[in-house]
């Protein structure tokens, strides 16, 4: 049987490695060399086409938007699943437009994420998780990052970390070692001068990001 041919297109290694880990679980799948950005994702395709592409939106020289843009004339047949940190209805309804046959956000369980990628090859769509899902005020907005000095990582683990997830199920959900995510708590403390669980909590949930 025809094994599915995937190519991850996403400028973090430790989330690629991740990534590769939780895939090579999967049967009938065939991993292709990961590419960091929108243009190099391009020539792979030109070279070694894919069935299916892991799409992150945000990457340097050319980003996922743009590459979908390409895609749509030069590789119609290629599937994309978005896979991404931003949850925002606008972006949604363009990478649909844009043809993209799936979008997901990065916190998704991996069980999900493996369903998606099967939903997509399948020839299925995959927005159910994300279509209903409002433009949160706090998460991700330029103002709220700035004012706090806080990375968008460290807002995605606050947000996870106020649903009560522990560090050791915020690495599984984020594909980070639980070292890289400790040391996230910890600068997200020292920013926000909060150094309680029970504070961050509130603080998150002040902010909508619970």
Known sequence: MKRTRILIADDHPLLVDGLKKVLEEMEGVMLLEPVSDGRRLLSSLRSAPADLVLLDLHMPQMDGLEALRVMRTEFPKTDVLVFTNYNQSRLIQDARDLGARGYLLKNSPSHVLKEAIVTVAAGGT?????????????????????????????VEILRLIARGRTSRQISQDLYLSEFTVNAHRRNICRKLEIYTPVGLVNFAREQGLA
């Open 126 to 154: 995959w927005f159910e998780e994300v279509k209903e899902a409002a433009d949160t005020k706090g998460l991700f907005v330029d103002d709220f990052m700035k004012k706090y000095q806080i990375t968008m990582r460290e």
